[in-house]
C-alpha cells in the first residue's frame, strides 16, 4: 500500500515543494491549506506522517494537532514552523508532535526524516548486549583493532606488564579491563589508579596504597607518564619483585619522555614487556557504525535504532579529535534529541554535521566531475573534423539541467527564476531556445 501523507501547510511554494519531496519518497500527498481542511481531509483517514505548520490563517497548528490526536490519528506529527518559541516546542511535544523544523525548512534534512518514517529498516533490537562496556569498546573489524585483538589474546594468556599506548579517549583503560577480566588472575584483585586524580602531595601515598591493595594482583595505571621520577622508581621495585602485575597506560610516546629525561629507561622496559597500541577513531572508520548503535542503545534502551545513511556519513567524515570518548557522547546527545527511533543528522552535535555537510558536497562534486568526464570522452570519439562545437556541448548540458530544475520546480518557470535569482526574461530566452517553449 503507497504510504500517505497529509500536508497542512498555507504557503503554496512549501506545500508544493513539500509535495515533490513526498512524492520523490513514492508516497501520496494530500494537501490542505488551513487548519479546518486538514481536520476534514484526516476525518475517517490514515496517514502514515502529517506535516503540520503551527502558523495556519484559520487556527493554531497546535489545536490542530490536539485535535488530530482527539480523533485517533496515531501517524507522527512532524511540526514546521516559522517563529520558534520554547512555550511551542514543549507545547508541541506535549501533545504527541513527533519533531519540530524551523523555517526556512532545510528540505533535505525533511526529505531523510521522512524517509526514516516511511520506508523504516527493520532491526532486531537496539538492546545492548550483555557484555562489559570496556569491551563493547573493543569492537573493530579495522586492521589496527584486529592487530590490537592479537595483542590483548596474547596479554590475557600471560601474567607479564603490558604498556598500553595511543591517543587519549581511544580506549587503553577499556582494554585494561579486559586484558584483567580475562586473566588467569581474574579473580584476583584488581586496582586502577590515576596519579592525576591525586593531590601533588598525596600521590606517593595514594600509589602505596594502591601497590598494598593490588598486591599479588592487577595494578592499572593510567597515563603512567605523569608520575614523577621518584614514584617511576617505586613502581619499577613493585615488578622487580613480582608483587603485582602492572598495566599502564600512556597517551604520550614515552621515547620521547626518556630522551627528555622525565622518564626512567629501566621501568619503560619493564613495562614493554607486551605493548598494544590503540589507533584513533578516524583510522578505524569501518568500527564506527557498530560503536554507534551500541552507545545509542545504551542511553536509549527501550528505543530500536536505525542510523540513516546521510547521519552515518556524517559519522564518519569527523575526524574524532576525542576518539571512541567523544563518540560515545555524541551518541548521548543524539539519544537526548532524537524524538523517536531514527538516527537523523539533525540529531548530532553541529561540529559532526559540518564535517558531513563538507563531505558530501564534495562527493557531489566528485560525482558531477566524473559523469561529466565519462559524456565528454564519448562525444569525442569521433574524428576532429566531426567535433561537436563548444556552444553545442554548452548547450547540451544546460538543456539537461533546465529539464530537471523545471520538474523540481513543478514546471513553474516563474518559481524556478525566483528561487535561483535568475532573471525571467533570460530563463525565458534559454526556455524558448533551447527546449522550444514559450
Not at 488551513?34 to 506535516?51: E, H, M, N
Not at 490563517?57 to 520554547?86: F, N, R, W
Not at 586484558?179 to 591525586?198: G, P
Given at each position: 500500500?503507497?504510504?500517505?501523507?497529509?500536508?497542512?501547510?498555507?504557503?503554496?511554494?512549501l506545500?508544493?515543494?513539500?509535495?515533490?519531496?513526498v512524492?520523490?519518497?513514492?508516497?501520496?500527498?494530500?494537501v490542505?491549506?488551513?487548519?479546518?481542511?486538514?481536520?476534514?481531509?484526516?476525518?475517517?483517514?490514515?496517514?502514515?506522517?502529517?506535516?503540520?505548520?503551527?502558523?495556519?490563517?484559520?487556527?493554531?497548528?497546535?489545536?490542530?494537532?490536539?485535535?488530530?490526536?482527539?480523533?485517533?490519528?496515531?501517524?507522527?506529527?512532524?511540526?514546521?514552523?516559522?517563529?520558534?518559541?520554547?512555550?511551542?516546542?514543549?507545547?508541541?511535544?506535549?501533545?504527541?508532535?513527533?519533531?519540530?523544523?524551523?523555517?526556512?525548512?532545510?528540505?533535505?534534512?525533511?526529505?531523510?526524516?521522512?524517509?526514516?518514517?516511511?520506508?523504516?529498516?527493520?532491526?532486531?533490537?537496539?538492546?545492548?548486549?550483555?557484555?562489559?562496556?570496556?569491551?563493547?569498546?573493543m569492537?573493530?573489524?579495522?586492521?589496527?583493532?584486529?592487530?590490537?585483538?592479537?595483542?590483548?589474546?596474547?596479554?590475557?594468556?600471560?601474567?607479564?606488564?603490558?604498556?598500553?599506548?595511543?591517543?587519549?579517549?581511544?580506549?587503553?583503560?577499556?582494554?585494561?579491563?579486559?586484558?584483567?577480566?580475562?586473566?588467569?588472575?581474574?579473580k584476583?584483585?584488581?586496582?586502577?589508579?590515576?596519579?592525576?586524580?591525586?593531590?601533588?602531595?598525596k600521590?606517593?601515598?595514594?600509589?602505596?596504597?594502591?601497590?598494598?591493595?593490588?598486591?599479588?594482583?592487577?595494578?592499572?595505571?593510567?597515563?603512567?607518564?605523569?608520575l614523577?621520577?621518584?614514584?617511576?622508581?617505586?613502581?619499577?621495585?613493585?615488578?622487580?619483585?613480582?608483587?603485582?602485575?602492572?598495566?599502564?597506560?600512556?597517551?604520550?610516546?614515552?621515547?620521547?619522555?626518556?630522551?627528555?629525561?622525565?622518564?626512567?629507561?629501566?621501568?619503560?622496559?619493564?613495562?614493554?614487556?607486551?605493548?598494544?597500541?590503540?589507533?584513533?577513531?578516524?583510522?578505524?572508520?569501518?568500527?564506527?557504525?557498530?560503536?554507534?548503535?551500541?552507545?545509542?542503545?545504551?542511553?536509549?534502551?527501550?528505543r530500536?535504532?536505525?542510523?540513516?545513511?546521510?547521519?552515518?556519513?556524517?559519522?564518519?567524515?569527523?575526524?574524532?579529535?576525542?576518539?571512541?570518548?567523544?563518540?560515545?557522547?555524541?551518541?548521548?546527545?543524539?539519544?537526548?534529541?532524537?524524538?523517536?527511533?531514527?538516527?537523523?543528522?539533525?540529531?548530532?552535535?553541529?561540529?559532526?554535521?559540518?564535517?558531513?555537510?563538507?563531505?558530501?558536497?564534495?562527493?557531489?562534486?566528485?560525482?558531477?566531475?566524473?559523469?561529466?568526464?565519462?559524456?565528454?570522452?564519448?562525444?569525442?570519439?569521433?574524428?576532429?573534423?566531426?567535433?561537436?562545437?563548444?556552444?553545442?556541448?554548452?548547450?547540451?548540458?544546460?538543456?539537461?539541467?533546465?529539464?530537471?530544475?523545471?520538474?523540481?520546480?513543478?514546471?513553474?518557470?516563474?518559481?524556478?527564476?525566483?528561487?535561483?535569482?535568475m532573471?525571467?526574461?533570460?530563463?525565458?530566452?534559454?526556455?524558448?531556445?533551447?527546449?522550444?517553449?514559450?
Amino acid at each position: 500500500m503507497t504510504p500517505r501523507v497529509l500536508i497542512i501547510e498555507d504557503e503554496y511554494a512549501l506545500a508544493a515543494a513539500l509535495s515533490t519531496v513526498v512524492r520523490r519518497l513514492g508516497s501520496e500527498a494530500v494537501v490542505a491549506a488551513s487548519g479546518q481542511s486538514g481536520l476534514d481531509k484526516a476525518k475517517g483517514q490514515t496517514f502514515d506522517v502529517i506535516l503540520l505548520d503551527i502558523g495556519l490563517p484559520d487556527m493554531s497548528g497546535l489545536k490542530v494537532l490536539s485535535a488530530l490526536k482527539a480523533t485517533g490519528q496515531e501517524g507522527p506529527v512532524l511540526i514546521i514552523t516559522a517563529h520558534g518559541t520554547l512555550e511551542n516546542a514543549l507545547e508541541a511535544r506535549r501533545l504527541g508532535a513527533h519533531d519540530y523544523f524551523l523555517k526556512p525548512l532545510n528540505l533535505p534534512e525533511m526529505q531523510s526524516c521522512l524517509r526514516a518514517l516511511i520506508q523504516p529498516v527493520s532491526v532486531e533490537s537496539a538492546s545492548p548486549p550483555s557484555v562489559e562496556k570496556a569491551q563493547v569498546l573493543m569492537i573493530g573489524v579495522s586492521p589496527g583493532m584486529q592487530r590490537c585483538f592479537a595483542t590483548i589474546a596474547q596479554a590475557c594468556a600471560a601474567n607479564v606488564p603490558v604498556l598500553l599506548s595511543g591517543p587519549r579517549g581511544s580506549g587503553k583503560t577499556a582494554a585494561a579491563q579486559v586484558i584483567q577480566r580475562n586473566s588467569l588472575h581474574a579473580k584476583s584483585s584488581c586496582v586502577t589508579f590515576r596519579a592525576d586524580e591525586w593531590p601533588e602531595e598525596k600521590v606517593a601515598s595514594g600509589l602505596q596504597t594502591a601497590l598494598k591493595e593490588a598486591r599479588e594482583g592487577t595494578l592499572i595505571v593510567e597515563e603512567i607518564a605523569d608520575l614523577s621520577l621518584p614514584l617511576q622508581a617505586m613502581l619499577s621495585r613493585a615488578i622487580s619483585t613480582e608483587e603485582v602485575r602492572v598495566l599502564a597506560t600512556s597517551s604520550v610516546v614515552l621515547t620521547d619522555q626518556i630522551s627528555a629525561g622525565r622518564f626512567r629507561e629501566d621501568l619503560y622496559y619493564q613495562l614493554a614487556v607486551l605493548q598494544l597500541n590503540l589507533p584513533p577513531l578516524k583510522e578505524r572508520i569501518e568500527d564506527i557504525e557498530a560503536l554507534s548503535f551500541f552507545w545509542f542503545a545504551e542511553s536509549a534502551p527501550h528505543r530500536d535504532m536505525v542510523i540513516a545513511p546521510e547521519t552515518l556519513a556524517c559519522l564518519k567524515a569527523y575526524d574524532w579529535p576525542g576518539n571512541v570518548r567523544e563518540l560515545v557522547t555524541a551518541m548521548r546527545h543524539a539519544a537526548a534529541v532524537a524524538s523517536g527511533p531514527f538516527l537523523l543528522p539533525r540529531h548530532l552535535p553541529e561540529a559532526i554535521v559540518a564535517a558531513g555537510q563538507a563531505e558530501v558536497s564534495s562527493h557531489r562534486d566528485e560525482a558531477l566531475m566524473n559523469a561529466l568526464t565519462s559524456w565528454l570522452d564519448l562525444q569525442l570519439t569521433v574524428p576532429e573534423e566531426s567535433l561537436p562545437l563548444y556552444d553545442d556541448l554548452l548547450a547540451n548540458v544546460e538543456k539537461q539541467m533546465l529539464v530537471r530544475l523545471l520538474a523540481h520546480f513543478d514546471d513553474k518557470p516563474t518559481r524556478m527564476a525566483a528561487a535561483l535569482n535568475m532573471n525571467r526574461a533570460t530563463l525565458r530566452r534559454k526556455l524558448r531556445e533551447l527546449l522550444g517553449r514559450d
